[in-house]
């Protein structure tokens, strides 16, 4: 299967650090991809882990353990625009992507 | 680029009518994916294209939905007869072809928000 899990909601102050986990089954996927989402708008991309490990991009860093089927992104120095959803997904050789429900992160001054 | 164009940005439409969504991915890329999200059920694959071919569309709900890409700048999501559970935003997202354990994101379009009365 690939249910993917996701804390639903998450709350930090501005300036701080916040990690958002994502725990997967890890059968069938080659990847997992994270997504950020603004109320009103589309997602959009931002990282994506094969391989276990760090990956850091500017503030944000992703960081997979396959053997564990569990991921975090990581948002350094926050800031009131990263409130928003963010997106755990799951990809698959094909390219198709099976999304988590999304953790809802609300910063505060 | 202009990136995925989606059309309408909303419709509202009555039960029973039929509703046709559009999509316009970006060039070059060649799958297209088509997703609905609602409070409940969340982000949810409708069905998606590689070089314009159906390859899964197992998330479309029922007969009444249809989708078609007939050439790799278009594609169509169709509802026939539309019902009130339809409601929803239908995004549309394209990807670059992966290949050699390189996997590239999906870019989104704004979505279509459907109302059906």
């Known amino acids: 299967g690939q249910n993917i899990d996701q804390p639903t909601e998450m709350t930090a102050t501005e300036g701080a650090i916040v990690q958002i986990n994502c725990t997967y089954q890890?059968?069938?996927?080659?990847?997992l991809f994270w997504y950020q989402q603004h109320a009103g708008e589309a997602p959009t991309f931002l990282s994506y882990?094969?391989?276990?490990g760090l990956e850091e991009k500017g503030r944000f860093s992703s960081f997979l353990s396959r053997s564990k089927g569990y991921s975090y992104l990581l948002l350094k120095e926050l800031q009131m625009k990263d409130s928003a959803s963010y997106l755990c997904a799951g990809g698959t050789n094909a390219g198709k992507s099976t999304f988590g429900d999304g953790t809802t992160l609300t910063v505060k001054p | 680029d202009a990136g995925v164009i989606q059309s309408p940005r909303h419709e509202v439409t009555e039960m029973g009518q039929e509703v046709t969504l559009r999509c316009k991915p970006i060039s070059g890329h060649n799958s297209l994916f088509w997703y609905r999200q609602t409070m409940m059920r969340g982000l949810e694959l409708l069905i998606y294209?590689?070089?314009?071919?159906?390859?899964?569309d197992s998330g479309m709900p029922e007969d009444r939905f249809s989708a078609k890409m007939p050439n790799a700048s278009f594609s169509t999501l169709k509802i026939q007869p539309s019902e009130p559970r339809d409601s929803a935003v239908y995004f549309c997202?394209?990807?670059?072809?992966?290949?050699?354990?390189?996997?590239?994101?999906?870019?989104f379009g704004s979505g279509t928000r459907l109302t059906v009365v």
């Open positions: 890890t059968s069938g996927f080659n990847g």
């Open positions: 997202a394209s990807s670059s072809p992966a290949g050699q354990g390189v996997f590239y994101g999906y870019t």
């Open positions: 882990n094969v391989l276990d």
């Open positions: 294209f590689n070089n314009n071919v159906p390859i899964d």
